[in-house]
């Protein structure tokens, strides 16, 4: 089992930052992907992007490249989305998630695991 708590959101003006945080635990946890998803109203949940719990490496959607960052805070198990150059496209709500697989999962069904979300509203 995997736990993820979201924290972080918020309203920003377009241009702005806001970090967000996931909290995560479980035993399952060295062994997963954990990604960063996000849904606009009306549209489908899509990939931000994600990083293996036992490493560095990270894989971001083309549109968030050079923009958002994910970090990992080892101590405290806490991940880590850094939003930068937000604009309003970017308002959605934001889901961490935990995959039992190889790689880095950019598909919402093969994550097994979900935070309950947090709004980020962008104003322009």
């Known amino acids: 089992q995997v736990q993820l708590v979201e924290s972080g959101g918020g309203l920003v003006q377009a241009g702005g930052s806001l970090r967000l945080s996931c909290a995560a635990s479980?035993?399952?946890?060295?062994?997963?992907?954990v990604g960063w998803f996000r849904q606009a109203p009306g549209k489908e949940r899509e990939f931000v992007g994600g990083?293996?719990?036992?490493?560095?490496?990270?894989y971001y959607t083309d549109s968030v490249k050079g923009r958002f960052t994910i970090s990992r805070d080892n101590t405290n198990s806490v991940l880590y989305l850094q939003l930068n150059s937000l604009q309003p496209e970017d308002t959605a709500v934001y889901y961490c998630?935990?995959?039992?697989?190889?790689?880095?999962?950019?598909?919402?069904?093969?994550?097994?695991?979900w935070g309950q979300g947090t709004q980020v509203t962008v104003s322009s």
């Open positions: 998630a935990a995959a039992a697989m190889l790689g880095i999962p950019t598909t919402p069904r093969n994550y097994n695991y």
């Open positions: 479980g035993r399952a946890l060295a062994l997963a992907a």
């Open positions: 990083i293996r719990w036992s490493s560095t490496n990270t």
